[in-house]
């Protein structure tokens, strides 16, 4: 083989996965540049003129903040919830034995292999059969979310306790330190990447879901409503100003969480 082959054959799959990086970016590149754009129209989505009118009048759509401030709302409370019952779901799986386990872990999945307009008519039914259906709101939207992300959560939680070495918590009672004592300074924190992943990803599930949130909202307007709302007439540029917000703050959770990874990994 040549020179030129083996420098091929060696940066191939890097090569490929740089090109699939940029491919994923370049919509969010795009949203970035278009919260800087003055569109000529309302109807317009080409780039027209530089303005930071967007950014320093972020609320202008009317609704469009009450709208985001709900999303957040929601998902940060059906991320607490989910979280919570799903790490406890997680340990009870993966750390006990009992009858209908294994019923247990096909039914976890079952939220996440169905299609979400089946999952969001089902729980319309249930509430319209519980008599809620002219109580549709926050509450219906919260419950409905926090079922979606519980199967997510308890799937990340499980794939960190499952390659977690039982030597160490072994090791840490033969200290002398009782199974409290285990759990809060050896379980947890070799626990607590998987948990804040969970966690992150039951956010983002929460405040981008459109179509369960839309059957079981009522007169609520989450975020993702809002935009499927303004399409009709025209996407005002601020949304792109609201996505870009959330992609900075995402990266920088990311960030810093790599950054903390790497100094525990020196100390």
Partial sequence: M????????EHLVLGIGLLVLLYMFVPIAIVIGMSFNEPAS???YS???FTLHNWANPCEPIGMCDSVVLSIQIGLLATLFATALGTLMAFALVRHRFRGRSVANVFTFLPMASPEIVMGSSLLALFVAGGLAGQLGFGTILVAHILFCLSFVVV???????????RLEQAAMDLY???WQTFWRVTFPLVF???LSAALLSFSLSFDDFIITN?????EVTFPMFVWGAAQR???????VVGTVMFLVALGLVLAGEVGSRRRARA
């Fill in 215 to 219: 059957l079981n909202a009522g007169q």
């Fill in 193 to 195: 990447p998987g948990i």
């Fill in 42 to 44: 309302r109807n317009s």
């Fill in 2 to 9: 040549t020179r030129v082959g083996r420098w091929i054959g």
């Fill in 234 to 240: 025209g996407i005002p540029p601020q949304i792109n």
């Fill in 156 to 166: 990340t939680v499980k794939a960190r306790l499952a390659g977690l070495d039982p």
């Fill in 47 to 49: 780039f027209n003129q």
């Fill in 177 to 179: 330190a009782n199974e």
